[in-house]
Nanobody, 126 residues
């Protein structure tokens, strides 16, 4: 299983970025695709998640209303549109996949995902 993130960069506060996560191999390995982020000196935190079966989604409170997750199953790609970026959004963003998880309103946990990408850096300057 392999996932590759792209789209990170340096932007100003209030700007937008769109991250992409391309996964390879069988679709069966990626029912749930989640985005996580980790800032220096902090634990990895959940950001968002989307299900392959019904495209239902989950967002953490810190990004709800600013970030939008979407999925193109034909392209095996999950996107994270990030608007109204803030300096506190600065982190390395990772996508992760799992064949058995279902993204629900109760949230997601990094330890439950089996496959991970290498991460992409997002830096938001004030």
């Amino acid at each position: 299983a392999q996932l590759v993130e792209s789209g990170g960069g340096l932007v100003q506060s209030g700007d937008s970025l769109r991250l992409a996560c391309v996964y390879s191999g069988s679709d069966l390995n990626y029912h749930a695709i989640g985005w996580f982020r980790q800032a220096p000196g902090k634990e990895r935190e959940e950001v968002s998640c989307i299900n392959r079966s019904d495209l239902s989604t989950y967002y953490s409170e810190s990004v709800k209303g600013r970030f939008t997750i979407s999925r193109d199953n034909a392209k095996k790609t999950v996107y994270l549109q990030m608007d109204s970026l803030k300096p506190e959004d600065t982190a390395v963003y990772y996508c992760a996949g799992d064949p058995d998880l279902y993204c629900a309103d109760s949230g997601i946990s990094a330890r439950d995902f089996r496959s991970w990408g290498q991460g992409t850096q997002v830096t938001v300057a004030s």
